[in-house]
């Protein structure tokens, strides 16, 4: 309990002028609780406009009425204008009050202290009335945190009288907070197919890494033209996707149907080879990649004739996210280069998933 002033008799400045420095706080039961009007006015934009109001009758003493909270409350907010100091005790019983007081008599202090510890202080049970307070005190953080708690725990919520209350009584509230339930998860569902895409993106410039690897230097079991593949090479860093490729390639070399154009895995892997084309900035004679300069030849005339043009936008989306994925992917290199120092997959081992071959990587 905040200590209160020393009355104007029992002050050394008492004399003539006790009625010039001294006010009385009047709270709703009646009681009333001397203070500095120096101090207050100090304090208080709005106390001290509340103190230099006229009076009725000149000998009348200084009154200020706080009302609507408790008496207790009241000396604890004029406490903390003479000290700035409020104890967690008497934040965990007044909290509220104090909000509601330090917002009306502009005292951000104090308003900025009561909003972190009703943060700190939010359950279920009375997160609904604490909402409709920091919507009335124009607390943002408090507002925000209130939201997050309704929407993560609304139909725990639901089930609380503060919540039943609200709906009977506010329901432009209420439609706020269910706008902001909507509109979260709106905003996670857009998250998580972002996500997706980024995911997609960093698995094709990789397949693009490994595509190079594997026509260059070769791996196990597919290597290029005038190099036999080597079965003592040391274990790949991407060993799922180098693997996978491989089967894809040794797939597209033997298979019957993609003359006809029937085979989807083999569209699938013309596909890759289109797109390390359209990154590719190797000169055509060094390129060991199969029919890089074959789509390089080609991507030109479209771009000349202008055909399938929703295509080909579509394409230079997709051959630019691929590249940004790559520069990314070449940031982070030193904390992958940390990860892959754990034990990985031998190129030598078999791989149960033989039909990884990036079947979800371009479609």
Known sequence: MCQRPASPTESDNGSKDSNETYVQIVTSGGRRIPAHANILA?????????????????????????????????????????????TEEQMEKYGIHLLALSHVYLVPQLKSRCTKALIERLTIENVTDVLQLAKLCDAPDLYLKCMKLVSKSFK???ETEGWKFLQNNDPFLELEILQFIDEAETRKKSCVKHMKEQSLYFQLSE?????????????????????????????????STCQGLQHSIQHFGSCKKRAKGGCVRCKRMWQLFKLHASICEAPESTC????????????????????????????????????????????????????????????????????YDIRNLVC
């Open 207 to 239: 397949a693009m890494e490994c595509l190079e690897h594997i026509c260059t230097d070769g791996c196990i079991s597919v290597g290029p033209c005038d190099k036999e593949p080597s079965k003592n090479k040391a274990p790949c860093s991407k060993f």
């Open 288 to 355: 060991k990649v199969p029919l890089c300069s074959r789509f390089k030849a080609k991507g030109g005339e479209e771009m000349k004739n202008k055909k399938e043009k929703k295509e080909m936008v579509r394409w230079e989306l997709l051959v630019k996210k691929v590249v940004l994925a790559k520069a990314t992917s070449s940031i982070l290199l030193p904390k992958r280069k940390r990860m892959e120092e754990e034990p990985t997959q031998s190129c030598g081992q078999t791989n149960d998933n033989h039909d």
């Open 42 to 86: 100090s304090a208080s934009t709005v106390l001290e406009s509340l103190i230099d109001r006229p009076r009725k009758h000149r000998s009348s003493e200084k009154t200020i009425q706080i009302l609507g909270v408790p008496c207790d409350a009241v000396e604890v907010f004029v406490g903390f204008l003479y000290s700035s100091k409020c």
């Open 156 to 158: 725990a919520v639901e």
